[in-house]
């Protein structure tokens, strides 16, 4: 039962998420749009520059979906800016450009992933989210872990510490 009640918090959580999607073009920003609130997702921002993006970004999303050609900037100078901001933004590139070269370098940069804008981009943007939030879940509770980790050692080391002081005052 309580797998089941997490399981429907984090596809709660996974809704809520504030994704931007960062486009030059505007008929890939509508069509990505359309796609991300047909998915369920509600808090969709679009921009048609990198410029524009910029000026949102103290917002903090959780996702960007990222072009590489962006008219005022590449996509890749933009993810280094937002990896300069937060390190904890997933960033997912959505490009037309089949340069390996490019893919690696946003890979390198902490791209989440890169996605080439084809027939089936759609299909390959609701994957690549569906990956992600598999990610962020192991995440959170790795982070849960290592913070229970952390307690658990605080008490032990509280404990060794309080019971070295009482043996040292005892043989006083």
């Known amino acids: ?6 399981n429907n ?18 008929f890939c920003l ?12 509600e808090n969709v921002t679009c921009f048609l520059s990198g410029t524009d993006f910029l000026l949102q970004l103290s917002d903090e999303p959780d996702i960007v979906l990222l072009d590489h050609d962006l008219g005022d900037m590449t996509g ?15 960033v997912i590139f959505a490009s037309s450009r089949q340069q390996p070269e490019i893919a690696t370098e946003s890979l390198k940069n902490g791209a989440f ?16 989210l569906n990956k992600l939030f598999v990610v962020q879940d192991y995440l959170k509770k ?3 872990n290592n913070r229970f980790f952390f307690f658990v050692g605080l008490i032990l ?4 510490l309080f019971s070295y002081l009482y043996d040292v005052l005892r043989s006083s």
């Open 1 to 6: 039962m309580d797998s089941t009640i997490s």
């Open 157 to 160: 080391a509280s404990c060794s």
């Open 76 to 90: 890749l100078d933009l993810l280094k800016d937002i990896k300069r901001f937060n390190s904890d933004i997933f």
């Open 113 to 128: 992933d890169y996605i080439i804008k084809d027939d089936s981009v759609l299909e390959h943007i609701t994957a690549t």
């Open 9 to 26: 918090e984090t596809m709660a959580n996974k809704f809520d998420s504030k994704i931007y999607v960062v486009d030059d073009d505007p």
């Open 30 to 41: 509508a069509t990505y749009d359309k796609h991300l609130r047909a998915q369920g997702y």
């Open 142 to 144: 790795k982070r849960r």
